[in-house]
């Protein structure tokens, strides 16, 4: 029986966990981040938290090449 509600109590852990992560964007990862809006999108209870999500993983996408632009700069700068 403690399998069974194990079971049933993992979704609304993850969806926590999630919110934990969005909440907290300073603190984690692109990566995480993406996760987390990553089950929001999919298990968010309302709608207006899954279009939260969507835009937040629009704006990580957005960031990642100028911060591959940035570490390509960086990069010629210290290399003769």
Avoid: F, N, Y
């Avoid at 993983?57 to 010629?76: G, H, K, M, T, W």
Wanted: aromatic share 2%; charged share 30%.
């Amino acid at each position: 029986m403690i399998a069974q509600s194990r079971i049933s109590t993992w979704p609304a852990d993850r969806l926590a966990e999630a919110r934990a992560v969005v909440a907290d964007v300073a603190q984690h990862s692109d990566h995480l981040i993406g996760l987390a809006c990553d089950v929001l999108v999919a298990h968010g209870e309302t709608a207006a938290e899954r279009k939260d999500a969507r835009v937040l993983l629009l704006v990580i996408d957005a960031r990642r090449p100028v911060r591959r632009a940035q570490r390509e700069d960086s990069d010629r700068r210290v290399t003769p």
